[in-house]
């Protein structure tokens, strides 16, 4: 079975900084997606990064990029320059590559931005 | 262009009532999916159609559960005789249904269930 764990359930950060949220998952999938969500207090789920299993580099989409560790079974997110509205949910998930596989998320971080 | 809707966007229902939740994919979508989430948790996944068709129910998590899509477009969640457990925010989301790991799913605003 799929499992993603994020063991962070606050994280602090002051405007410009940098900021890494951890995600580890577990899967006996050779090929699969890792993927990560913001969820603003507004409640809708914003795409952010996506990497393949069998991606060498690691994902970046502007300010965010994805550290991939794919030995250790990790796959941190990292905000550079943090904003004020990056204050919200953060959610690791995974999927298999069938078509209609459901994500599986983590319990999320929930990550403070503060001026 | 328009993205995934639902509505409503606040239930509030007695315990015992039944509802129904409503799914507006985006056009041309052919995967739809349904994940619940209570709060302060992430979504969990409860049921899955290719166009009309439901191939996935396995996260129901009772029978009182029961999704319909039936001409392949919009999809309705029902819950019959809801329990204070149901509370929670019901996401649904769309994707264009093509194998391969970036089969991005796009997601609705949710319908946020309070039973009392």
């Known amino acids: 079975a799929q499992k993603i764990t994020q063991t962070q359930p606050g994280m602090f950060v002051q405007e410009k900084e940098a900021v890494t949220l951890d995600c580890t998952y577990d899967?006996?999938?050779?090929?699969?997606?890792l993927f990560w969500y913001k969820q603003p207090s507004s409640g809708e789920m914003i795409f952010l990064i996506y990497?393949?299993?069998?991606?060498?580099q690691n994902a970046t989409e502007g300010r965010y990029s994805l550290n991939f560790q794919k030995a250790r079974k990790s796959a941190n997110l990292v905000i550079s320059a943090s904003q004020l509205g990056d204050s919200a949910m953060y959610f690791c998930?995974?999927?298999?590559?069938?078509?209609?596989?459901?994500?599986?998320f983590g319990k999320g971080t929930t990550l403070s931005v503060s001026s | 262009g328009a993205g995934v809707s639902q509505s409503p966007r606040y239930k509030v229902a007695k315990r015992g009532q039944d509802v129904a939740l409503r799914c507006d994919p985006i056009?041309?979508?052919?995967?739809l999916f349904w994940y619940q989430q209570a709060l302060g948790q992430g979504p969990e996944f409860l049921t899955y159609?290719?166009?009309?068709?439901?191939?996935?129910k396995s996260g129901l998590p009772s029978d009182r559960f029961f999704a319909e899509r039936p001409e392949g477009s919009v999809s309705t969640l029902k819950i019959q005789r809801t329990q204070q457990e149901d509370s929670a925010v019901y996401l649904c989301?769309?994707?264009?249904?093509?194998?391969?790991?970036?089969?991005?799913?796009?997601f609705g605003p949710g319908t946020r269930l309070t039973v009392l």
């Open positions: 159609f290719q166009n009309e068709a439901q191939l996935d």
């Open positions: 998930a995974m999927r298999g590559d069938q078509a209609g596989t459901a994500l599986i």
């Open positions: 899967t006996s999938d050779q090929s699969y997606g």
């Open positions: 989301a769309s994707s264009l249904g093509a194998s391969g790991r970036d089969d991005e799913q796009f």
């Open positions: 056009s041309g979508h052919v995967s």
């Open positions: 990497q393949g299993s069998y991606d060498e």
